[in-house]
């Protein structure tokens, strides 16, 4: 659950009718370590929104656009969507007026070696009392995330009956650093260290 909390590119094969938009397949990722966790970001310029965004931004189709994967120990995640108007996004700037902030807190307890409980809530900058708005993210964001429980189980059940090793690509660099600091606080925890 968590390489796919940290993966933004699953988005380009995974969400094609939602989150998917010009550069989730093909822009670099940058990774940053944090005392507690790990994010994987990338800015997508002057690209069209992705369909589940399309017709919420006020500037219209085309934008810069942040995606922003935040975990944090032990099974906590923030993603954040950030839409500004093209040629306004950007590393280091800030955001302008018209942003769109959509963040999503997940929050994820295992139940056994197979199962976890999944908690997740949403909420934007913008429209709070646009009822219609809330139904329409909330229900493009459930069809989402049952898109990744499909993949997710198919994944699940190859990592327990695996014929192969592992393989790891460029995009699951910040998974793999994510799984180091679970196994280092693990160990911490077996040796008394925690």
Request: net charge negative; charged share 25%; with cysteine.
């Amino acid at each position: 659950m968590i390489d796919n909390l940290l993966d933004p590119s699953h988005v380009a094969w995974v969400h094609v009718t939602s989150f998917a938009g010009a550069g989730t397949d093909t822009r670099p990722l940058d990774i940053e370590e944090l005392e507690g966790g790990v994010i994987v970001s990338r800015w997508i310029f002057a690209e069209p929104a992705p369909p589940y965004y399309r017709d919420m931004l006020a500037f219209g189709d085309n934008c810069d656009r942040k995606q922003h994967y935040e975990c944090r120990l032990p099974s906590t995640a923030i993603n954040m969507s950030v839409y500004a108007r093209a040629g306004t996004g950007g590393p280091e700037k800030p955001y302008p007026d018209d942003v769109f902030l959509n963040i999503s807190y997940n929050f994820i307890t295992p139940i056994d070696a197979d199962r976890s409980l999944y908690f997740w809530f949403q909420h934007r900058n913008t429209d709070p009392d646009n009822a219609a708005l809330s139904k329409r993210m909330f229900e493009g964001a459930t069809m989402a995330f049952n898109e990744d429980k499909d993949v997710l189980e198919a994944v699940h059940e190859g990592m327990k009956h695996r014929r192969t090793p592992y393989m790891n690509l460029g995009l699951d660099a910040g998974a793999m650093r994510f799984r180091a600091k679970v196994e280092k606080r693990i160990a911490a925890e077996r040796s008394g260290e925690a």
